[in-house]
């Protein structure tokens, strides 16, 4: 075969290769935006339409598979990281809140570095929950959050090479840390104005009396 002709056939691959680059960031934008759209939903409290869309965005990631079987190397780009990550975010949040049990990567079938970089980011999550609670003036829950949101910091950084081996952990450990320290503080605001409330109302009752 001429160089020419060889060029010329690397060209073609490479023209089908952009193709397929295209069609797999088109899938896993979709399938980011759904999941996104299920923790939106789980905070609405409407988990039964938000696991339907996580359904739907696990048959994106069945196609995605399907794909990459030609070109293996797409399935670790940046885009399908992220959307991997959102997914294992979602589902993550929605095993605390329903039953205080964390899925695993293979039962959500997401790779464990996205997973475990999903799970810092439940963090967030949770602080979201927990600001929820207190507004509705639900303090055990919210303490609930703060404790599954310690957890899951702690349980990261106990981790001997997690730093070295999953890359941007400590950069989203950092980012939970300060959010951990401002939730414990509203939290705890929170708790001493509703001791005094209650030592307050005490105190009317016994006077009436």
Do not use: W
Not at 22 to 49: D, F, N, P, W
Not at 80 to 90: D, G, H
Not at 128 to 134: G, I, K, N, T
Not at 188 to 193: D, G, K, L, N
């Amino acid at each position: 075969m001429s160089l020419k002709s060889l060029l010329n056939s690397l060209e073609k691959e490479l023209r089908e290769r952009e193709k397929i680059k295209e069609e797999v960031q088109k899938i896993m934008r979709k399938a980011t935006q759904l999941s996104k759209r299920a923790i939106v939903l789980t905070h609405q409290k409407e988990i039964k339409e938000a696991k339907k869309l996580l359904e739907e965005a696990k048959s994106l990631f069945g196609k995605l598979r399907k794909i990459c079987v030609q070109y293996p190397d797409m399935f670790y780009s940046g885009i399908v990281n992220a959307a991997f990550q959102e997914y294992a975010e979602a589902n993550i949040l929605i095993g605390i809140i329903e039953k205080e049990e964390f899925v695993s990567p293979a039962e959500i079938e997401v790779p464990v570095i996205d997973y475990i970089l999903g799970l810092a980011d439940v963090i967030g999550e949770l602080r979201r929950q927990a600001l929820d609670a207190l507004r509705h003036r639900n303090l055990a829950y919210a303490e609930r959050c703060l404790k599954n949101m310690e957890m899951i910091y702690l349980e990261l950084m106990a981790m001997d090479e997690g730093f070295i081996l999953v890359p941007g952990l400590r950069r989203k450990c950092d980012v939970a840390r300060r959010i951990i320290e401002t939730t414990r503080g509203e939290i705890t605001v929170e708790a001493r104005r509703s001791s005094l409330e209650e030592a307050i109302r005490r105190l009317e009752e016994k006077l009436g009396k």
